[in-house]
């Protein structure tokens, strides 16, 4: 069975309860950037141009990666010593996909401050379980 495959299984059991936390690879390809999910695609959900990162979704991988081309990012939905970036679903303003803000946590501190407004596709419920999660919490790997 596919990591991918696993990893949402797993998501669909602890969504509720908060404990969900996985691992995501995201990859630029020729400027554009893309979450590395062979098993959406291979369960027959979309295609690869399904999971390319837009409308910010691309610019927070850009910040995650120090812009370099590839990066490892910790996914949860609760807040840990490690996280760097906060998304917090805003109003919803399209039939489908979710608008989330997201400001970056100071380490130190633990204060927020915004960083942009992204886009984030249904691939987003594919990961979570079937669901757009209220607050998701980042950092890279």
């Excluded at 942009?116 to 249904?122: E, G, I, K, R």
Aim: with cysteine; net charge positive; glycine share 8%.
């Amino acid at each position: 069975m596919s990591t991918a495959i696993e990893m949402t299984r797993n998501a669909r059991r602890t969504r509720t309860n908060q404990q969900f936390k996985a691992n995501h690879r995201f990859v630029k390809e020729e400027g554009r950037w893309y979450i590395d999910l062979p098993g959406f695609i291979e369960e027959g959900y979309g295609t690869k141009g399904n999971l390319e990162m837009v409308l910010g979704a691309d610019t927070m991988c850009d910040i995650l990666s120090g812009h370099t081309d590839d990066v490892s990012v910790e996914i949860t939905l609760k807040q840990t010593t490690k996280t760097e970036l906060v998304a917090t679903r805003i109003q919803n303003l399209c039939p489908y996909g979710r608008y989330y803000r997201v400001e970056k946590v100071d380490a130190q501190t633990l204060e927020r401050s915004f960083v942009l407004d992204m886009w984030l596709c249904p691939v987003t419920k594919y990961v979570f379980g079937g669901s757009y999660p209220k607050t998701i919490y980042l950092s890279k790997n």
